[in-house]
T-cell receptor, first 115, second 114 residues
Framework: AQSVTQLGSHVSVSEGALVLLRCNYS??????LFWYVQYPNQGLQLLLK??????LVKGINGFEAEFKKSETSFHLTKPSAHMSDAAEYFC?????????????FGKGTHLIIQP | DTGVSQDPRHKITKRGQNVTFRCDPI?????LYWYRQTLGQGPEFLTY????????KSRLLSDRFSAERPKGSFSTLEIQRTEQGDSAMYLC????????????FGPGTRLTVT
């Protein structure tokens, strides 16, 4: 069965600093990997996804993530944090081709931006 | 394209009552998913429809839960004899089988069982 581990339930960075949110997955087949962001009292919005091909994927709002098969990781980064990045971030995995299955999510990381 | 909508946004009910939630997916999407999210946790998959067929159900979906998508468009999730442990955010998502693999989420229905 697939699983996702997000290291750090809370991450605090200063505005303008590097953002690094960690995600490790477990999957019996090549996975599809996703990062979603959730603002208070809202649904989830996709930041970026890895399906096949290039292992470094770029998403919205300046975020990017790199799929590392040997490390079973898909860490999310952003070079310079902005106050508007404060939110909950979820890593998710899908094992079935075409994404036609329920996603398995990590427990989330709350990103705090210090002024 | 108005996105995925859910109704109601908030529901407060007394223990033992039945509740029903509605989800309207993006119009051209043939896949629809229900998730449950409790405080401090990531969403947990409940069930999945392709068109009107319910193709997958999580073991989290107890006998008190039932979901339908009668015409392959909107879906309903009913919880019978609610319990306090059912208090959560219920999220709906939809996707197409066209291959972008993205699930688009609605704003959720927050259920509080008193």
């Amino acid at each position: 069965a697939q699983s996702v581990t997000q290291l750090g339930s809370h991450v605090s960075v200063s505005e303008g600093a590097l953002v690094l949110l960690r995600c490790n997955y477990s999957s019996s087949v090549p996975p599809y990997l996703f990062w979603y962001v959730q603002y208070p009292n809202q649904g989830l919005q996709l930041l970026l996804k890895y399906t096949t091909g290039a292992t470094l994927v770029k998403g919205i709002n300046g975020f990017e993530a790199e799929f590392k098969k040997s490390e079973t990781s898909f860490h999310l980064t952003k070079p310079s944090a902005h106050m508007s990045d404060a939110a909950e971030y979820f890593c998710a995995v899908s094992e079935i081709r075409g994404g036609a299955d329920g996603l398995t999510f990590g427990k989330g990381t709350h990103l705090i931006i210090q002024p | 394209d108005t996105g995925v909508s859910q109704d109601p946004r908030h529901k407060i009910t007394k223990r033992g009552q039945n509740v029903t939630f509605r989800c309207d997916p993006i119009s051209e999407h043939n896949r629809l998913y229900w998730y449950r999210q409790t405080l401090g946790q990531g969403p947990e998959f409940l069930t999945y429809f392709q068109n009107e067929a319910q193709l997958e159900k999580s073991r989290l979906l107890s006998d008190r839960f039932s979901a339908e998508r009668p015409k392959g468009s909107f879906s309903t999730l009913e919880i019978q004899r609610t319990e306090q442990g059912d208090s959560a955010m219920y999220l709906c998502a939809s996707s197409s089988s066209g291959g972008d693999y993205e699930q688009y989420f609605g704003p959720g229905t927050r259920l509080t069982v008193t």
